[in-house]
């Protein structure tokens, strides 16, 4: 999982495999974002799920959230090589903007 | 879309040297951001402003100045660069702060400081 002290997560897996990603975060939060990174790129929204929904979904991606645990994850189904890219949870500092996880590098090979 | 745009791109500079890397959103956001990202580190928040004339401190602000001129431009000030502000810089912007906004990033400055 991303956040805290852990080094930044590493996934290498082949084009069409499904891979899911996690994120346990510190402070009590309703609301997590996933972003993702391409190479020479700034981050850019994918998904917001809120505690209220448990699941949501938007095309091939799977977002889940659990307060009990304070943990999320995300899922790719059918992953193709362009899905290649750190991807982020973030939560809300509230007078902060958004605090970010460390991430989780997903290498996708043809 | 969103449009946060970052010059310059690339910076190179040399310890004790000024730098000044400038943003600009054309979205009408109120709140801009700067991020500074390290291996290790990930995205770590520096300044944040809510509008012109307005400036808040972030998380790592130290050797960091910022200043927003207007509600399109946010400039991130280093007077005394050190090698340790070696880095990857990112704007961002959003129309409110809280759990539930979108940031939207530039595609960021690398600033090397020899």
């Known amino acids: 999982s991303q956040w805290g002290e852990e080094n930044l997560q590493a996934l290498s897996i082949q084009e069409g495999e499904d891979v899911t990603m996690n994120c346990s975060y510190k402070?009590?939060?309703?609301?997590v974002q996933w972003y993702r990174q391409k190479s020479g790129k700034g981050p850019a929204q994918l998904i917001l799920i809120r505690s209220n929904e448990r699941e949501k979904r938007s095309g091939r991606l799977r977002a889940t959230l659990d307060t009990s645990s304070q943990s999320s994850s995300l899922s790719i189904t059918g992953t193709l090589a362009t899905d290649t890219a750190v991807y982020f949870c973030?939560?809300?500092?509230?007078?902060?903007?958004?605090?970010f996880g460390l991430g989780t590098r997903v290498s996708v090979f043809p | 879309e969103a449009a946060v745009t970052q010059s310059p791109r690339n910076k190179v500079t040399v310890t004790g040297g000024n730098v000044t890397l400038s943003c600009r959103q054309t979205?009408?956001?109120?709140?801009m951001y700067w991020y500074r990202q390290d291996t290790g580190h990930g995205l770590r928040l520096i300044h944040y402003s809510y509008g012109a004339g307005n400036l808040q401190i972030g998380d790592v602000p130290d050797g960091y100045k910022a200043t927003r001129t207007t509600q399109e431009d946010f400039f991130l000030l280093l007077e005394l660069a050190s090698p340790s502000q070696t880095s990857l810089y990112f704007c961002?912007?959003?129309?409110?702060?809280?759990?539930?906004?979108?940031?939207?990033f530039g595609a960021g400055t690398r600033l090397s400081v020899l």
């Open positions: 973030a939560t809300d500092n509230y007078a902060q903007g958004l605090t």
């Open positions: 402070t009590y939060t309703t609301v």
């Open positions: 961002a912007s959003s129309a409110s702060t809280g759990r539930q906004n979108t940031l939207y």
């Open positions: 979205n009408s956001h109120n709140y």
